[in-house]
């Protein structure tokens, strides 16, 4: 029975039993039962997916609650899952199920959001109090700390970890980095721990940059740390995997810093791009063109290996994006010029799998004179820097944006109904084809803050973020009256 479930949850890191899905943690519990199909192992793997007691004893319960036929059968038996030989089968039925899911928690900001290989979400950020995931409760321990969970395709609790001691740490970003591990950055004054890694901040300011990889249940195999010198100014902006077990962190420095025992300098500020390799050792560093007031937004990988970043002009006239190829060095740099009177702002960056750069925004870009003036946009540019198309909106905000072959992926906030229809404005979610027609739009909920949007193995939308009051989304609605996070899983637009 052990190996059944066990080879079942390796395919997308659901049990799938017929149609629907459990955590291989529920998995585990299930079981535990005794030959013959023990309802007290089912039962205590339906609670972990949120089923009342007594719902479906003899069963599988998928998010929401739903019953989805008996999980085990006499003999120890998978019941329902002929066929599910097939891995395909089984990641279908996995990647069909839309769903959404909340963790408690007060204090809460979530700053990265990832979605690996096998469909299995990446959360990171900060809190002050309390913040739960499943079964494990993580407590600050005095100012802010850093946490970082993995849930599985269904959104069920795999791990999640905290790391910070009485003074203030967070995690800004987090990847996946194949093979089930992760990279997660940050910043932190004091101490910080990942496991038998111990890293004390050293600059005069009391506040470092970390960069730590962590395995499959979120133990640390090293961790490495960015320490200013005497009067630089520095911070860490975004994070992105290189695709060779490395990370790229892209930040900002004036001044001298200490990376990993190596030295980097930059006499004006501007930006950074530093990558070490898959053990944690320096690499090398970049410093792409960057003005004293431009503002670093992310950083993405292509599939060559390529970094794309994107940033804004401080003052509010210009966009840019910048390309280096897999050793740091500048491929091109682009900028787009605003309107001398109107602030111009990029939101967010994707990269699609040829390789073209997708940028959302607020303003002209590059059309001073543009009729009506600035409005929010999202740009495609292609992998030799020519822009390919410009879609433009009159009363949405496109903060986020992720990308697949055939589809773009945007959601925002300030969607709102007509002066006729009195409705509260709404996050949304909006799916736009590969050469930028708008195909559709969801309303996800008032007081909810999408925070990342990534695509799925299976080219579903996830989004994360945190809400107040009720959320509802596909037929599923959430609440929470303190405040909590949030996966979802969109349904399929059709």
């Not at 002929?82 to 839309?98: F, P, T």
């Not at 791990?159 to 940050?186: C, M, P």
């Not at 006499?267 to 410093?287: E, Q």
Request: charged share 20%; aromatic share 6%.
């Amino acid at each position: 029975m052990w190996s059944v479930l066990r080879a079942r949850s390796a395919l997308c890191g659901v049990i799938c039993c017929g149609v629907g899905c459990m955590s291989s943690e529920a998995a585990d519990i299930v079981a535990e039962g005794e030959p013959g199909g023990d309802s007290g192992g089912a039962a205590r793997a339906n609670a972990e997916h949120g089923a009342p007691p007594g719902m479906c004893e003899m069963g599988a319960v998928g998010p929401g609650g739903v019953c989805l036929g008996a999980a085990v059968a006499p003999g120890g038996r998978l019941a329902g899952a002929a066929g599910l030989g097939d891995g395909e089968r089984a990641e279908r039925a996995c990647r069909q199920r839309a769903f959404s899911r909340q963790y408690p928690g007060k204090g809460v900001t979530l700053r990265g959001f990832t979605i690996d290989g096998a469909g299995r979400a990446l959360l990171a950020g900060s809190f002050d109090g309390e913040l739960t995931f499943g079964n494990t409760r993580l407590r600050s321990a005095g100012a802010t700390d850093a946490f970082v969970a993995e849930l599985d395709a269904c959104g069920a609790p795999l791990w999640s970890k905290q790391f910070g001691d009485g003074t203030a740490q967070s995690a800004i970003d987090v990847a996946a980095s194949g093979g089930g591990q992760s990279l997660v950055l940050g910043d932190f004054s004091g101490t910080v721990r990942f496991g038998a890694h111990r890293l004390t901040a050293a600059s005069p300011s009391g506040a470092d940059l970390f960069l730590a990889k962590l395995g499959p249940r979120g133990a640390a195999s090293w961790a490495a740390q960015i320490s200013a010198e005497e009067d630089a100014i520095l911070s860490g902006t975004a994070l992105a995997a290189d695709g060779r077990g490395g990370a790229l962190v892209l930040g900002r420095l004036e001044g001298a810093a200490k990376v990993a025992g190596a030295r980097i300098e930059r006499r004006a500020i501007g930006a950074f791009v530093v990558r070490l390799d898959a053990s944690g050792r320096f690499a090398w560093v970049s410093l792409p063109p960057s003005g004293s007031d431009s503002e670093e937004i992310g950083i993405e990988v292509d599939r060559d290996g390529n970094a794309i970043l994107a940033s804004q002009d401080g003052r509010g006239t210009a966009t840019f994006v910048t390309k280096l190829d897999r050793n740091g060095e500048l491929v091109w740099h682009k900028r787009f010029r605003g309107s001398p009177d109107q602030l111009e702002e990029a939101y967010d960056l994707a990269v699609d799998p040829e390789g073209a750069a997708l940028l959302s925004g607020s303003g002209v870009f590059g059309e001073p004179d543009l009729p009506g003036g600035p409005r929010p946009f999202v740009a495609k540019i292609g992998p030799d820097g020519r822009v390919i198309w410009v879609k433009r909106f009159d009363a949405r905000s496109p903060r986020r944006i992720t990308a697949s072959g055939e589809r773009v992926v945007l959601a925002g906030d300030a969607l709102c109904g007509s002066a006729d229809e009195p409705a509260s404005c709404s996050a949304w979610a909006a799916g736009l084809s590969s050469s930028g027609e708008e195909q559709w739009t969801r309303r996800i909920g008032a007081d909810v803050h999408v925070s990342g949007l990534e695509m799925d193995p299976w080219e579903s939308p996830m989004l994360a973020g945190s809400f107040h009051g009720t959320m509802a989304l596909g037929g599923e609605r959430l609440s929470s009256d303190q405040g909590a996070l949030f996966l979802t899983r969109l349904p399929d637009p059709g």
